[in-house]
């Protein structure tokens, strides 16, 4: 619902939450009642019953209808309507009230007539159950506009908007369990890709679990301890988990989590680079896009992304060593940060098919920010330790392709494991096409193997960095 005033458009929900009674006259049966209107809306374009709307919900005592009605104090009306024309009124606007649809209705409750019909017509329509419950938000009916979203999230689990406004509203209501799975939700599928309808509106309601985390946070831990530990330590759980518990900057640290989770400080294609430094760096790379748990990892702990790599301990001899593979420590050269990833496959992200293997063969640009990834942090790995063989290699990648999460091999595996963590955290790529990539390296190596002890794999990748 929205209301053109002078030019200027406001959704209904900003209109002030007013008393204001009047006497009506039901066109229906004629009963005259006087009624809680809220705020009234002239247009002066249109006559009659049309030319009056009300914000507040309400039916004809006597028959229940939604309207239209007649204006019994219509003199009282035209005087205030003169004096909201040279002074400003929270009861009387001049303008008009419309529809997403363009409809316009003298009542909320005709309103709601007209978006049962479209839903009847269109049952499994999430945007109008949308809809419906920003008509019964703005009335202030919360209890109705609350089950309305619940209807839409059924029908979407995805859908922002419902997500948004049910998180809000169960806040409202104290209800944080349910609070706290819209807020999961919202940050699973802004990290499907999932956006509103407007970038601003895609950032208020990525920005909002952020605050209502810390602003409640006293009452979403007791939520919080109650789930299962699945739930505690996804991605989505560990971006709210830091910022229930933030204390500084958390209107920066809130803008720049949003910005680099929706993609928006990633934009420009990065220079070409072999160098430690902006491993994020090929001839055509495909838009990073950050799932939303390295994305807060990123901000909060300040990280360039476009320099964003492993950084791999080592133990008091020298030898490298990751004392647990799902914690992935991440550097930019200046700056370090900690990454729990409980599961590779959680980073799995849409559905898109990998191009035919005789393309794959050929390392297609849009792939090469990850086998670059993964070549990259493999080969840091011999450097420090040891020249693995080629049929390690085959064997470590037919792992990889075949049991993402499996059983670990040894230090080699962890690091390609955290590196196609990585790859799969900067840029989505769906499960195929993960399996696609790992297939084609498993045959890259073979083309290089001509025996048990041979490295020359190895070898290619020195010579392919600049080593």
């Not at 499960?431 to 084609?440: C, K, L, M, V």
Request: aromatic residues 8%.
């Amino acid at each position: 619902m929205s209301m053109s005033m002078k030019e200027t458009r406001i959704t209904a929900v900003d209109l002030p939450h007013v008393q204001k009674f009047l006497a009506l006259i039901c066109e229906k049966c004629g009963t005259k009642q006087s009624y809680d209107v809220g705020s009234i809306c002239i247009n002066d374009n249109e006559t009659g019953t049309k030319r009056v709307q009300f914000t507040n919900y309400f039916r004809c005592v006597n028959c229940d209808s939604p309207g239209p009605f007649e204006v019994a104090d219509y003199l009282k009306v035209i005087s205030e309507v003169m004096t909201a024309k040279f002074k400003k009124s929270k009861k009387i606007f001049l303008g008009r009230i419309q529809m997403f649809d363009g409809t316009a209705h003298q009542t909320v409750a005709m309103s709601e007539e007209h978006l049962k019909e479209l839903i009847a017509k269109d049952p499994d329509n999430a945007f109008l159950h949308v809809r419906m419950g920003n008509l019964m938000r703005a009335a202030r009916h919360e209890t109705s506009a609350v089950e309305w979203y619940e209807r839409a999230v059924g029908l979407d689990p995805h859908d922002l908007e419902a997500l948004g406004s049910l998180e809000e509203l169960s806040i409202d209501r104290e209800d944080f369990r349910t609070a706290l799975y819209c807020a999961l939700a919202i940050l699973n599928a802004i990290g499907m890709g999932r956006r509103a309808s407007t970038d601003e509106l895609t950032h208020a309601i990525l920005s909002a679990p952020l605050y209502l985390m810390n602003e409640n946070a006293d009452d979403f831990r007791v939520v919080w301890d109650e789930q299962p530990a699945d739930i505690r330590n996804s991605g989505e759980g560990q971006v709210l988990r830091e910022f229930m518990d933030m204390d500084d900057d958390l209107d920066e640290r809130v803008e720049s989590f949003v910005e680099t989770a929706l993609g928006e400080e990633a934009t420009d294609e990065l220079s070409q680079s072999h160098d430690t430094g902006e491993l994020w760096a090929s001839a055509k790379l495909r838009s990073v896009e950050m799932e939303t748990s390295l994305a807060a990892v990123v901000a909060n702990s300040s990280l360039e992304w476009a320099d964003l790599r492993l950084s791999i301990p080592a133990s008091e001899k020298g030898r490298l060593t990751i004392p647990s593979r799902s914690s992935i420590n991440l550097t930019d050269g200046d700056r370090v940060g900690q990454w729990n990833v409980p599961s590779l496959r959680t980073l799995f992200r849409g559905d898109r098919p990998p191009p035919p293997t005789t393309e794959m063969d050929h390392y297609p640009a849009e792939y090469v920010d990850c086998f670059y990834c993964v070549e990259y942090h493999a080969l840091l790995v011999a450097d420090a330790d040891r020249d693995p063989t080629d049929e390690e290699f085959i064997e470590l990648y037919s792992t990889m392709r075949r049991r993402p999460d499996g059983k670990s091999l040894g230090v080699l595996h962890d690091v390609v494991w955290q590196a196609a963590c990585l790859a799969l955290g900067m840029v989505k790529f769906s499960e195929a096409e993960y399996g696609a990539i790992f297939s084609q390296m498993t045959r890259s190596v073979r083309h290089f193997c001509t025996g048990p002890s041979s490295r020359n794999y190895i070898d290619y990748l020195r010579s392919n960095f600049g080593r």
